[in-house]
């Protein structure tokens, strides 16, 4: 998808207790609009995530991106190895702690309506984002990117998987993920659907044939499927004007 070029402001953002830092983006205009925290994946705040801000402050959403290596830095991963590695080690309880300061802070801008926060995520950050769903009362609305769901085992760290804290579910919710997803097996989606309908929870799930990890990351040619990121991009639009706008 291009780059967006349209009447936008766009800053560095800190908040929370330890100044966590965030890059943030939203229409020119003094109308209170929906906000938006956006949680990159595994490799952090980059360009790419920068720009999927823009693209959804271009249709009206005040978004925000969290930088969650803010104290860091971004990690060095060089194979897939490092970054499940990285990933076992990151502590849920900080990123959610970060994730729902994040909401604090657009609820407390006069730009954002404080009614109307949802949350966006990608791989890890989709990941993130459920659980930030299931934990952050606030929220009004939750889209995942092929978020991972489950964890091999739970501790101090890792204490509660996606689909342990998925029966608290607070706010309506959208997975899209990927038939191919060599990360994330359809039966956990399946798992998901069963749990979330269970408890009674509003939610949609789409996965796509012949789609694998990262499809809507231009950025990434092994795995980006135009036709498959659009028609996610313009599920997710709609989902979040049902829901915030």
Same mark, same amino acid.
């Given at each position: *998808?291009?780059? $967006?070029?349209?009447?936008?402001?766009?800053?560095?953002?800190?908040?929370?207790?330890?100044?966590?830092?965030?890059? +943030?983006?939203?229409?020119?205009? /003094?109308?209170? #609009?929906?906000?938006?925290? =956006?949680?990159?994946?595994?490799?952090?705040?980059?360009?790419?995530?920068?720009?999927?801000?823009? #693209?959804?402050?271009?249709?009206?959403?005040? @978004? %925000?991106?969290?930088?969650?290596?803010?104290?860091?830095?971004?990690?060095?991963?060089?194979?897939? +190895?490092? $970054?499940?590695?990285?990933?076992?080690?990151?502590?849920?309880?900080?990123?959610?702690?970060?994730?729902?300061?994040?909401?604090?802070? %657009?609820?407390?801008?006069?730009?954002?309506?404080?009614?109307? !926060?949802? !949350? @966006?995520?990608?791989? *890890?950050?989709?990941?993130?984002?459920?659980?930030?769903?299931? &934990?952050?009362?606030? =929220?009004?609305?939750?889209?995942?990117?092929?978020?991972? %769901?489950?964890?091999?085992? @739970?501790?101090? !760290?890792?204490?509660?998987?996606?689909?342990?804290?998925?029966?608290?579910?607070?706010?309506?919710?959208?997975?899209?993920?990927?038939?191919?997803?060599?990360?994330?097996?359809? /039966?956990? $989606?399946? &798992? =998901?659907?069963? !749990?979330? &309908?269970? +408890?009674?929870?509003?939610?949609?799930?789409? $996965?796509?044939?012949?789609?694998?990890?990262?499809?809507?990351?231009? &950025?990434?040619?092994?795995?980006?499927?135009?036709?498959?990121?659009?028609?996610?991009?313009?599920?997710?639009?709609?989902? =979040?004007?049902?829901?915030?706008?």
């Amino acid at each position: *998808m291009p780059s $967006v070029a349209t009447s936008l402001e766009t800053g560095e953002l800190s908040f929370g207790r330890e100044d966590v830092r965030g890059y +943030a983006a939203w229409p020119r205009g /003094a109308h209170p #609009r929906p906000g938006l925290v =956006l949680v990159p994946d595994v490799r952090g705040l980059s360009e790419h995530y920068r720009d999927v801000a823009r #693209r959804f402050a271009a249709e009206g959403f005040f @978004t %925000l991106a969290v930088d969650l290596y803010s104290r860091e830095g971004a990690p060095d991963l060089p194979d897939m +190895a490092a $970054v499940f590695r990285w990933m076992r080690a990151l502590p849920d309880r900080r990123v959610l702690a970060d994730l729902a300061a994040a909401v604090e802070c %657009l609820a407390g801008r006069s730009e954002v309506r404080a009614d109307a !926060i949802g !949350i @966006t995520g990608f791989c *890890m950050g989709g990941q993130y984002a459920l659980m930030a769903a299931c &934990t952050v009362e606030r =929220l009004a609305a939750c889209v995942s990117w092929y978020g991972m %769901l489950r964890y091999a085992e @739970t501790d101090d !760290i890792k204490p509660a998987s996606p689909l342990d804290l998925a029966p608290g579910l607070v706010c309506p919710y959208l997975g899209l993920f990927g038939a191919d997803d060599a990360i994330i097996p359809v /039966a956990d $989606v399946a &798992t =998901l659907g069963s !749990i979330l &309908t269970r +408890a009674e929870k509003a939610f949609e799930l789409h $996965v796509y044939p012949g789609a694998g990890h990262a499809f809507f990351n231009e &950025t990434r040619p092994d795995a980006y499927r135009p036709e498959t990121a659009a028609d996610a991009w313009r599920r997710a639009l709609g989902f =979040l004007r049902r829901h915030l706008q």
